[in-house]
């Protein structure tokens, strides 16, 4: 089952100042019904027409005339699970001054049919809204061949990232466990030795002996489970040549954690010639939104994500740690392989932190570059919503958490600002809760429509998305998967055009998407 979503729906109801184009506002509607048709939701449906919007269809053979509030009563009686995998697609939208016109294909796999929907729209004050809708049944969808699951591997404690030696080995990072040697055809693993001995993983954490406010509430107010151990781990881009891995891991000290990045060289499943290149402290308490995220750029430089590491926003004493440039944290890095910082990187001033390139962050944890423009986005969890897809730029503040595409938890809390701020909007956000995590752009051959396209996964209700891009824009955001619901830590490429994802749990998976 899929589900459709037009990109750039939600800022009515969020604390946002973005700005709206007329093609978004009408996509609003659009959405609405979309969503709605998709997933019974009379509701929705009911919300993206007039009240005297007039609906041509076809009904056994006859042309049916009917209004938005009885063509919504239809998917009120629909049997759950009927017409399952139905899917919706903006196909092309033109407007006109205050009018609009739009076609959608929808596909209905389980009476093999396909469907046009022409749609006319009318501005009426500020907002557009669906004045009429005619369909009719334009070929069969027996040739659609949709994504399915197929388990590669299990057993994994809680896999957070992978990257590939050959289309077949990997080395994998297990967040609740080891860095990991595996061969995805013959199933055989080898823990890779010599990781540091300040790596924090444990699972469990009592934090009755810190302050109030510095972890969020427990069940029995003393144990919670601690969101730390090895993060993202990453190839050198000659790794044949120099066998050099990177790895973010959370590095502890006492009862104290920070974020940390180094560089070993492998040697017969053993980590060797161990370097740190980033350790953004301070050592504080919380285990949490260290971030972690890191991929090479077009320019050869490496970047990295640091969290915030805050639970409340109101903990942050003065400036906010995410604007604050003299605070390693909430930032994102860009450093030679070396760990020395490239001449170019943007100035932030004399008592900035070495090596910032943007900042603004919560706890970005995916970032990867496309593979056409060079371009690097990222993912960036917001508190509640705001969560969002972000284009890199140099020297660039996107606003945590003075801006924020949803809502603070610390309710009644008024950041401070910098003075005269400039912050840059998100490329996409949800108005529900995603936390979007190791994202990838897919270049494969299994399914030619998704070419250019962003795979996104997330770990609230375990979402997998696809974000289809015109250019900088989001054009639709497809959900896959809505009846397979499972927490997923990472969406990957391997260098066969293998699309592949990782479950975060405790029998963590190695999932490839194939054609059905």
Known sequence: MKQIIGSLLFSLLLNISFGQTERE???????????????????????????????????????????????AALFERRPKGEFSGRTS???????????AQAEIEVLIPSIEARFIDLILLKKIGEDWKIISKTATRYSTASSYKGPEQKLIMEGL??????????ANEVILAEKDGDLLR????????????????????????DVSKYPQGTYPASEDGKII??????????????????????????????????????????????????????????????????????CFGK?????ITAGERLFYEYLAKG???????????????????????????????????????????????????????????FSEHGTIQGDEINLLQAGANYGWPNVTSGRLRSQGYEPPSLENPVYTDPIHYWLQTVAPTGLVFYTGESFPEWKGDL??????????????????????????????????????????GRLYILTSEENGKIIEIVPE
Do not use: C
Not at 282 to 288: E, I, K, Q, R
Not at 341 to 360: E, M, R, S, T
Not at 460 to 489: C, I, M, N, P, Q
């Open 182 to 205: 595996i061969n995805l055809k013959t199933k055989e693993k080898h823990i890779i030795k010599g990781f540091p001995k300040d790596l924090f993983n444990d699972l469990l954490l």
């Open 225 to 294: 489970r601690a969101n730390a151990g090895i993060l993202e781990v990453l190839l050198d881009p000659v790794f044949k040549e120099n066998r050099r891995i990177y790895v973010s891991y959370v590095a502890e000290k006492g009862d104290r954690y920070a974020l940390k990045v180094i560089r070993a060289v492998l040697k017969n499943d053993r980590m060797t010639e161990i370097e740190t290149l980033l350790n953004p402290g301070p050592y504080v308490p919380g285990v949490y939104h260290f971030g972690g995220g890191m």
């Open 157 to 166: 404690k809680k896999p957070w990232s992978m990257d590939f030696i050959d």
């Open 319 to 377: 400036l906010p740690i995410a604007q604050d440039v003299a605070d390693e944290r909430g930032k994102i890095y860009r450093i030679n392989p070396d760990g020395s910082i490239p001449k170019d990187n943007p100035d932030f001033g004399p008592d900035a932190v070495k090596g910032i390139y943007a900042f603004g962050i919560r706890a970005a944890q995916g970032i990867t570059m496309h593979p056409e423009t060079g371009e690097l986005w």
């Open 89 to 99: 697609k903006l196909l092309s939208v033109e407007i006109f001054q205050n009018i």
């Open 299 to 303: 320019d050869g430089k490496l970047y």
């Open 25 to 71: 506002k009408v996509e609003i509607p659009l959405n609405d019904y979309m969503v709605g048709t998709s997933y019974n939701y009379p509701d929705q449906i009911r919300r993206a027409f007039i009240d005297s919007a007039t609906l041509y269809l076809d009904r056994r053979g006859e042309t049916w005339i009917t209004s938005p509030d009885k063509y």
């Open 455 to 496: 795979i996104v996964p997330g770990l609230s209700r375990g979402s997998l998305w696809r974000l289809s891009l015109d250019g900088h824009r989001v054009k639709s955001a497809e959900e896959l998967f809505t009846d397979k619901h499972v927490r997923l830590r990472k969406a990957e490429m391997g260098p066969d």
